[in-house]
T-cell receptor
Framework: SQQGEEDPQALSIQEGENATMNCSYK?????LQWYRQNSGRGLVHLIL?????REKHSGRLRVTLDTSKKSSSLLITASRAADTASYFC???????????FGTGTRLTIIP | SQTIHQWPATLVQPVGSPLSLECTVE??????LYWYRQAAGRGLQLLFY??????ISSEVPQNLSASRPQDRQFILSSKKLLLSDSGFYLC????????FGQGTRLTVV
């Protein structure tokens, strides 16, 4: 079963705008990760946030984590056409924690 | 660094034919290994999970099976493919951080 549910399922924005994707999960976590998938190919790791962190930045990416609400958000600022992809949150994946992906958000950046 | 070799990248198979997808791990030992499937435009569904040789957990009932005959070898199989088996199959390793194969796009015709 899916650990994470993401919304929206699909998002289309104009180039230059900010894109926000949300992820909710069900069980307690030690960390949460965000991945990008281009055109149904392999996944690229974007950023990891630990359960004791509330916010993390990496370039144009900003991730927040609210463990009380079991939710996370990924913000991409100043979007570019190359950001068009599917984005997945995932929990686990360390030690013996099973890696479980959310349902994903398909992001389309309109030039 | 740890890597996963997964092949082939694309595969077209007729309904009723057998399937064998293999991924091999390099650069590490005793990783947890996963097979995921992604239907067109959908999320990643966990199919099988392995913590060691010959130790396989099946997450969903289906037409597929998995085996791990060696520590670094994880095989996804089917005796008779169905149309609904079409999708993108991804092998993932986990030892500390997760690491990914490039996936196989399977089309059953």
């Amino acid at each position: 079963s899916q650990q994470g549910e993401e919304d929206p399922q699909a998002l289309s924005i104009q180039e230059g705008e900010n894109a926000t994707m949300n992820c909710s999960y069900k069980t307690s976590i030690n960390n949460l990760q965000w991945y990008r998938q281009n055109s149904g190919r392999g996944l690229v790791h974007l950023i990891l946030i630990r359960s004791n962190e509330r916010e993390k930045h990496s370039g144009r990416l900003r991730v927040t984590l609210d463990t009380s609400k079991k939710s996370s958000s990924l913000l991409i600022t100043a979007s570019r056409a190359a950001d068009t992809a599917s984005y997945f949150c995932a929990t686990g994946g360390f030690g013996n924690e099973k890696l479980t992906f959310g349902t994903g958000t398909r992001l389309t950046i309109i030039p | 660094s740890q890597t996963i070799h997964q092949w082939p990248a694309t595969l077209v198979q007729p309904v009723g034919s057998p399937l064998s997808l293999e991924c091999t791990v390099e650069g590490t030992s005793n990783p947890n290994l996963y097979w995921y499937r992604q239907a067109a435009g959908r999320g990643l569904q966990l199919l099988f999970y392995s913590i060691g040789i010959d130790q396989i957990s099946s997450e969903v009932p289906q037409n597929l099976s998995a085996s791990r005959p060696q520590d670094r070898q994880f095989i996804l199989s089917s005796k008779k493919l169905l149309l609904s088996d079409s999708g993108f199959y991804l092998c993932v390793g986990q030892l500390g951080e997760a690491f990914f194969g490039q996936g196989t796009r399977l089309t059953v015709v």
